[in-house]
Nanobody, 122 residues
Framework: QVQLVESGGRLVQAGGSLRLSCAAS????????MGWFRRAPGKEREFVAG????????YYASSVKGRFTISRDSAKNTVALQMNSLKPEDTAVYYC???????????????WGQGTQVTVSS
């Protein structure tokens, strides 16, 4: 049974930094891609960043490129999202997701975590 558990969300001031973590378990993730998505109040879920589990490939939404960095630790089965220069518009519930195959910016992921709340105050 695949489990994705996010952690690290909290209240932070604008301009600050946060590091989210996603602990993955229940299967071998070789050949998978991991994605971070977010859903702000009253808005649709949107893609934030993605990474291949084994290949050196990442992809970012234009709204976070240059501020956020996605990384993985294959030995620990974790994926992290380092978020710098946070803005109030980054406020959302952040979700970790996994899919077999390449990175997709759509919600076409088989497994999802429960989410972690990030709130950025102005």
């Amino acid at each position: 049974q695949v489990q994705l558990v996010e952690s690290g969300g909290r209240l932070v001031q604008a301009g600050g930094s946060l590091r989210l973590s996603c602990a993955a378990s229940g299967r071998t993730f070789s050949g998978h891609s991991m994605g971070w998505f977010r859903r702000a109040p009253g808005k649709e879920r949107e893609f934030v960043a993605g990474i291949r589990w084994t290949e050196p490939e990442t992809y970012y939404a234009s709204s976070v490129k240059g501020r956020f960095t996605i990384s993985r630790d294959s030995a620990k089965n974790t994926v992290a999202l380092q978020m710098n220069s946070l803005k109030p518009e980054d406020t959302a519930v952040y979700y970790c997701a996994s899919r077999l195959g390449g990175i997709r910016t759509t919600g076409d992921y088989a497994y999802w975590g429960q989410g972690t709340q990030v709130t950025v105050s102005s």
